[in-house]
């Protein structure tokens, strides 16, 4: 089937594949929207989660809306989120990998129907500005506003004209202006310390309710060289259609629900935040840029699109961990020349800062130079990075911990990277003391790379050899006994130090000829020392 062309698309195939719960009684977008969709969370196990779309949306002042707000349809779970690429949950990092090596650019049209309704100078505010929209409060009784989540910002390169989607929250102060989070290890902070350093502000556009593959490279981070619209092209199998805004020289998606245009200051920055983050605190208020709307287009009775982006798992955690899986796995593998990598692994509750790499041994060097290189990506992801052998499942914890506990030693296989940039970590200075930290520490922050890979040759899993499991499971199920839910390693199997004599005796046991065995020992005994 052709892609998704927008979020409606990708809502009626939500529908149809019974991931889309429908509410359709008054419900409060400041009160009790986010927790309502929060408690599958914290609640319901990741199969169970579903998209939300909300028709009667209300307000603390009693406002009623006539636009529904649709949330978790981007990543609510893992098969949502492979909704949204069109494959198998287990074909997404391959999914993304595709769309990045073969990235597609977009087709610009004249109009689309994100220009049917346009709100700019006399008009701008007629319809409530900003307040037209059901904004929700992601986190109340912490938040100091309502925030836009699913915010795609577009801003351009200002000498390179490269054109960065990035997903930054955007708190909303007035009307006609709202905050932005924008940290300097973005590429949209690249783009304002540019713009800065020229005098100029920098121009933007929120983009909310974008088509579905947009709406995935906003939170990935894609190389500085290739622009996120070519990518979501990649993603998306076609160009994505364009139009050119009205008030700023940017191009955004035809089919996007809501397009908010306008300029962030690079002369004045202004108190933003506490808001409740991806990292499981509530992010302090600081001092941040701020965007002033110039326009407002959107489509006739658009759709207000949200993610759920406090404490993980989340939307938010999910859509990150997933393209990061992808990019970080490409590459190892391709930029890095490291050809026994065979899986990276982020843990969602950690939200990229946990990473486990899955390695086919060819040389041993290979291992540290896979550790290195994770952290060379970026300065802020991989606080700990752990290196495991190919036997080993990089999401099951049990597994992860067994090779913890017996395949590496801290004094000989760990190593502690120092002047890491912090991302929103509570743990590298007390709240409000971050610039008071030692530059040279870089706010303290480090990260631990594990080698957790067998060094030599050991003994066989202590499982029976897979042939006897998959007999007794087929005898398990044939007694109707509870459904088993096999957790890797189901069997034994050897890993170098076993014997022609062990596999021998092993296998006269199974011929019920142990007392061979027996008598063979009692030939070779030793006396006590």
Same mark, same amino acid.
């Given at each position: 089937?052709?892609?998704?062309?927008?979020?409606?698309?990708?809502?009626?195939?939500?529908?149809?594949?019974?991931?889309?719960?429908?509410?359709?009684?008054?419900?409060?977008?400041?009160?009790?929207?986010?927790?309502?969709?929060?408690?599958?969370?914290?609640?319901?196990?990741?199969?169970?989660?579903?998209?939300?779309?909300?028709?009667?949306?209300?307000?603390?002042?009693?406002?009623?809306?006539?636009?529904?707000?649709?949330?978790?349809?981007?990543?609510?779970?893992?098969?949502?989120? *492979?909704?949204? =690429?069109?494959?198998?949950?287990?074909?997404?990092?391959?999914?993304?990998?595709? *769309?990045?090596?073969?990235?597609?650019?977009?087709?610009?049209?004249? @109009?689309?129907?994100?220009?049917?309704?346009?709100?700019?100078?006399?008009?701008?505010?007629?319809?409530?500005?900003?307040?037209?929209?059901?904004?929700?409060?992601?986190?109340?009784?912490?938040?100091?506003?309502?925030?836009?989540?699913?915010?795609?910002?577009?801003?351009?390169?200002?000498?390179?004209?490269? &054109?960065?989607?990035?997903?930054?929250?955007?708190?909303?102060?007035?009307?006609?202006?709202?905050?932005?989070?924008?940290?300097?290890?973005?590429?949209?902070?690249?783009?304002?310390?540019?713009?800065?350093?020229?005098?100029?502000?920098?121009?933007?556009?929120?983009?909310?309710? $974008? %088509?579905?593959? &947009?709406?995935?490279?906003?939170? $990935?981070?894609?190389?500085?060289?290739?622009?996120?619209?070519?990518? +979501?092209?990649?993603? +998306?199998?076609?160009?994505?259609?364009?139009?050119? /805004?009205?008030?700023?020289?940017?191009?955004?998606?035809?089919?996007?629900?809501?397009?908010?245009?306008?300029?962030?200051?690079?002369? =004045?920055?202004?108190?933003?935040?506490? !808001?409740?983050?991806?990292? @499981?605190?509530?992010?302090?208020?600081?001092?941040?840029?701020? =965007?002033?709307?110039?326009?407002?287009?959107?489509?006739?009775? %658009?759709?207000?699109?949200?993610?759920?982006?406090? =404490?993980?798992?989340?939307?938010?955690?999910?859509?990150?961990?997933?393209?990061?899986?992808?990019?970080?796995?490409?590459?190892?593998?391709?930029? /890095?020349?490291?050809?026994?990598?065979?899986?990276?692994?982020?843990?969602?509750?950690?939200?990229?800062?946990? /990473? &486990?790499?899955?390695?086919?041994?060819?040389?041993?060097?290979?291992?540290?130079?896979?550790?290195?290189?994770?952290?060379?990506?970026?300065?802020?992801?991989?606080?700990?990075?752990?290196?495991?052998?190919?036997?080993?499942?990089?999401?099951?914890?049990?597994?992860? !911990?067994?090779?913890? $506990?017996?395949?590496?030693?801290?004094?000989?296989?760990?190593?502690?990277?120092?002047?890491?940039?912090?991302?929103?970590?509570?743990?590298?200075?007390?709240?409000?003391?971050?610039?008071?930290?030692?530059?040279?520490?870089?706010?303290?922050?480090?990260?631990?790379?594990?080698? *957790?890979? /067998?060094?030599?040759?050991?003994?066989?899993?202590?499982?029976?050899?897979?042939?006897?499991?998959?007999?007794?499971?087929?005898?398990?199920?044939?007694?109707?006994?509870?459904?088993?839910?096999?957790?890797?390693?189901?069997?034994?199997?050897?890993?170098?130090?076993?014997?022609?004599?062990?596999? #021998?005796? +092993? @296998?006269?046991?199974?011929?019920? #000829?142990?007392?061979?065995?027996?008598?063979?020992?009692?030939?070779?005994? &030793? %006396?006590?020392?």
């Amino acid at each position: 089937m052709a892609y998704y062309r927008d979020l409606r698309e990708q809502l009626k195939a939500l529908d149809e594949a019974g991931l889309l719960t429908k509410i359709n009684e008054p419900i409060n977008k400041d009160t009790e929207l986010m927790p309502l969709v929060r408690w599958q969370f914290r609640g319901l196990p990741e199969e169970e989660r579903r998209a939300f779309l909300f028709n009667r949306v209300t307000d603390v002042k009693g406002k009623e809306y006539s636009i529904p707000v649709a949330v978790g349809c981007l990543a609510a779970s893992r098969e949502i989120y *492979a909704l949204g =690429f069109q494959c198998r949950p287990e074909e997404i990092v391959e999914r993304w990998t595709q *769309a990045e090596t073969n990235p597609i650019p977009p087709a610009i049209v004249e @109009g689309g129907p994100v220009h049917e309704e346009v709100h700019l100078g006399a008009s701008l505010t007629e319809k409530g500005g900003l307040g037209e929209f059901p904004i929700p409060i992601s986190t109340p009784g912490f938040d100091c506003a309502p925030f836009t989540t699913a915010s795609h910002w577009f801003t351009k390169d200002p000498e390179t004209g490269k &054109v960065n989607i990035g997903n930054y929250r955007g708190q909303v102060k007035s009307p006609t202006r709202t905050g932005i989070f924008l940290s300097e290890s973005n590429h949209g902070g690249y783009h304002w310390k540019r713009c800065k350093a020229r005098g100029i502000p920098l121009q933007a556009a929120l983009v909310i309710g $974008a %088509p579905p593959a &947009v709406a995935y490279t906003a939170p $990935a981070r894609v190389s500085l060289s290739v622009s996120e619209l070519d990518v +979501a092209g990649g993603i +998306a199998g076609r160009p994505v259609e364009v139009v050119r /805004c009205k008030t700023i020289d940017m191009l955004v998606p035809a089919y996007a629900e809501i397009v908010i245009e306008g300029e962030i200051s690079t002369e =004045f920055i202004e108190p933003e935040a506490p !808001f409740g983050e991806s990292t @499981g605190f509530i992010g302090e208020r600081m001092l941040n840029p701020y =965007f002033e709307v110039k326009c407002i287009t959107h489509r006739k009775n %658009p759709i207000f699109a949200a993610i759920v982006s406090q =404490f993980p798992p989340s939307e938010s955690s999910l859509m990150r961990q997933l393209s990061a899986e992808g990019n970080y796995l490409r590459f190892l593998k391709n930029d /890095c020349n490291i050809p026994g990598v065979l899986e990276v692994a982020f843990h969602s509750i950690a939200v990229r800062q946990i /990473c &486990v790499i899955r390695m086919k041994k060819i040389n041993q060097a290979h291992i540290w130079q896979a550790l290195h290189s994770m952290v060379g990506f970026h300065p802020a992801t991989g606080k700990i990075v752990i290196a495991v052998d190919e036997d080993i499942n990089p999401r099951n914890l049990d597994s992860l !911990f067994w090779a913890l $506990a017996f395949r590496m030693q801290p004094h000989r296989d760990m190593l502690v990277i120092r002047n890491r940039t912090p991302s929103m970590d509570p743990s590298a200075a007390p709240p409000g003391k971050e610039m008071e930290v030692s530059m040279h520490e870089m706010a303290g922050c480090s990260a631990l790379l594990i080698d *957790a890979t /067998c060094k030599w040759d050991y003994p066989p899993v202590s499982l029976p050899k897979k042939e006897f499991m998959e007999r007794a499971k087929e005898i398990w199920e044939r007694l109707g006994l509870p459904r088993l839910r096999p957790q890797d390693p189901w069997h034994g199997y050897s890993l170098g130090w076993w014997s022609a004599e062990d596999e #021998e005796e +092993a @296998g006269l046991a199974l011929q019920g #000829e142990h007392y061979q065995t027996g008598e063979k020992a009692k030939k070779n005994r &030793v %006396p006590v020392k």
